[in-house]
């Protein structure tokens, strides 16, 4: 099995890290999650609907749309917020969203887990000198966020490789039963940190916001 990879970047202050990764991280499993299934024999079930939210950033002009799930949530901030106080001030990090499904094996092996997509999202936080520059910031980042879910959506609506639907039987293998409201296909999230901020990065923030003020 190919696995699809899909890379996003975004530059950022310190104060956005968590909305601007929150915001495509939802993105992505709202569109890779299920309502709960329902079996009621082996081979039929029908599949529980799938609530929304509208979310609200505080420091990006930008609301986003998740699955209503508060335990989801909880799981996806979590993973976030440690990204986030292991990055530097000036730094940079990936953190990665991989999706995979088991494949049994035969005792005493342990199951082998087959990645089929993964999404990872490089991070670049910036320094800005004063609020003006924070508030061309916040406009600039909601944009380049637009820009990149409906990148996301263009991706994920293309006819590539998803696993079949599991019988009962084999449901752990593709999804996530963990949640009580929801069921995304099986994932794990993962980070890297890189020391230092590249100025070519810092650079381009700073002409793209002194270029704002000039207008």
Same mark, same amino acid.
């Given at each position: 099995?190919? %696995?699809?990879s899909?890379?996003?970047?975004?530059?950022?202050?310190?104060?956005?890290?968590?909305?601007?990764?929150? !915001?495509?991280?939802?993105?992505?499993l709202?569109?890779?999650?299920?309502? @709960?299934?329902?079996?009621k024999?082996e081979g039929?079930?029908?599949?529980?609907?799938?609530?929304? $939210?509208?979310?609200? %950033?505080?420091?990006?002009d930008?609301?986003?749309?998740?699955?209503?799930?508060?335990?989801?949530?909880r799981?996806?901030?979590?993973?976030?917020?440690?990204?986030?106080? !292991?990055?530097?001030?000036?730094?940079?990090?990936?953190?990665?969203?991989?999706?995979y $499904? /088991?494949?049994?094996?035969?005792?005493?092996?342990?199951?082998? %887990?087959?990645?089929?997509?993964?999404?990872?999202? /490089?991070?670049?936080?910036?320094?800005? !000198?004063?609020?003006?520059?924070?508030?061309? %910031?916040?406009? @600039?980042?909601?944009?380049?966020?637009?820009e990149?879910?409906?990148?996301?959506?263009?991706?994920? =609506?293309?006819?590539?490789?998803l696993p /079949?639907m599991?019988?009962?039987s084999?449901?752990? =293998?593709?999804?996530d039963?963990?949640? @009580?409201?929801v $069921?995304?296909?099986l994932? @794990?999230i993962?980070? $890297?940190?890189?020391?230092?901020?590249?100025?070519?990065?810092?650079?381009?923030?700073?002409?793209?916001?002194?270029?704002?003020l !000039?207008?």
């Amino acid at each position: 099995m190919n %696995c699809r990879s899909e890379v996003l970047e975004v530059t950022v202050e310190a104060r956005q890290v968590e909305e601007a990764i929150l !915001a495509l991280l939802h993105t992505i499993l709202l569109h890779r999650s299920t309502g @709960k299934f329902h079996y009621k024999k082996e081979g039929t079930y029908s599949i529980g609907t799938v609530g929304t $939210q509208d979310i609200d %950033c505080d420091f990006i002009d930008f609301t986003f749309v998740r699955v209503s799930s508060e335990e989801l949530d909880r799981v996806i901030r979590k993973a976030v917020s440690e990204f986030k106080d !292991a990055l530097s001030s000036d730094g940079m990090g990936q953190i990665s969203l991989e999706f995979y $499904q /088991k494949k049994k094996s035969r005792w005493p092996f342990s199951d082998e %887990c087959i990645p089929w997509e993964v999404w990872s999202i /490089k991070v670049n936080v910036v320094n800005l !000198a004063n609020e003006q520059e924070r508030q061309i %910031c916040r406009e @600039k980042v909601g944009e380049k966020l637009g820009e990149k879910v409906i990148n996301v959506v263009e991706v994920i =609506n293309r006819h590539e490789y998803l696993p /079949k639907m599991p019988t009962q039987s084999e449901v752990d =293998n593709v999804f996530d039963t963990s949640f @009580k409201d929801v $069921q995304p296909y099986l994932y @794990k999230i993962t980070y $890297q940190i890189t020391d230092s901020l590249g100025t070519s990065v810092s650079t381009t923030m700073r002409r793209l916001i002194k270029d704002t003020l !000039a207008l």
